[in-house]
T-cell receptor, first 116, second 109 residues
C-alpha cells in the first residue's frame, strides 16, 4: 500500500512564474490537507479538501494560491506569480475519514519550492 | 491564533542518554500528537494521545497527555543514532493540525 505521493520533490521557479504541486493520497483516503513549512519552523495548515470540494481554506493566502482535488487524479496546489517568499516545503497529508479529531493524517515527502 | 510552545529548541546528547522534551499550549486540545521529521522528508507520526492523563509508549518512546489538556511531553530512552531529527508536537483543532516549531535532536559522536 503506497503512502502519500507528492511530485515534484523539488521545484525551481523564477519570480512571476506559476508553480503546480501534486499530491496523490493514500489508497482509500478521500481527504487531503496541504501544509507549508518555512525553514526552522513547524508546518502551517493551508487547506483541507475532499473530492471536488474545498472544506477549509482558512490557512491559504487569498491571492495567488488555489487548490483543487478533482474527482479523478491528484490534488493540485497552484501558486500563481510566485514571489521569493513562497519558497518553502509544501507537504500534503491524507486521511481516511476527515473531520474527526482522532483521524490520523499521513504525510507525504513534500515538495521543496525555490523561487529565484 | 493557537500556538504550541516546544522546548527545548535543540538538544545535543550522547548516544545512550535519555531525552525529554515538552510542549505547552494556551488552548485546550482534544488530541496531542508527536511527529518526527527526518531531513528532506515529511513528518511521521510517532504517538497519538486522545485522553487527558493518558500515558502511551511506542518502543523506547513514551508520551503523556497533560491533565489540563494544555501540555504534553515526549521521552526517548537510551537514544541511538537514528533518533536524530526534528520532533514536533502537534494538536488536532477541528480538521487541521497545529504544529509546534520542533525540537532538534543531535547526537554527539
Amino acid at each position: 500500500n503506497a503512502g502519500v505521493m507528492q511530485n515534484p520533490r523539488h521545484l525551481v521557479r523564477r519570480r512571476g512564474q506559476e508553480a503546480r504541486l501534486r499530491c496523490s493520497p493514500m489508497k482509500g483516503h478521500s481527504h487531503v490537507y496541504w501544509y507549508r513549512q518555512l525553514p526552522e519552523e513547524g508546518l502551517k495548515f493551508m487547506v483541507y479538501l475532499q473530492k471536488e470540494n474545498i472544506i477549509d481554506e482558512s490557512g491559504m493566502p487569498k491571492e495567488r494560491f488555489s487548490a483543487e482535488f478533482p474527482k479523478e487524479g491528484p490534488s493540485i496546489l497552484r501558486i500563481q506569480q510566485v514571489v521569493r517568499g513562497d519558497s518553502a516545503a509544501y507537504f500534503c497529508a491524507s486521511s481516511p475519514y476527515g473531520r474527526l479529531s482522532t483521524d490520523t493524517q499521513y504525510f507525504g515527502p513534500g515538495t521543496r519550492l525555490t523561487v529565484l | 491564533g493557537q500556538q504550541l510552545n516546544q522546548s527545548p529548541q535543540s538538544m545535543f546528547i550522547q548516544e545512550g542518554e535519555d531525552v525529554s522534551m515538552n510542549c505547552t499550549s494556551s488552548s485546550i486540545f482534544n488530541t496531542w500528537l508527536w511527529y518526527k521529521q527526518d531531513p528532506g522528508e515529511g513528518p511521521v507520526l510517532l504517538i497519538a494521545l486522545y485522553k487527558a492523563g493518558e500515558l502511551t509508549s511506542n518502543g523506547r518512546l513514551t508520551a503523556q497527555f497533560g491533565i489540563t489538556r494544555k501540555d504534553s511531553f515526549l521521552n526517548i530512552s537510551a537514544s541511538i543514532p537514528s533518533d536524530v531529527g526534528i520532533y514536533f508536537c502537534a494538536g488536532h483543532l477541528g480538521d487541521k493540525i497545529i504544529f509546534g516549531k520542533g525540537t532538534r535532536l543531535h547526537i554527539l559522536p
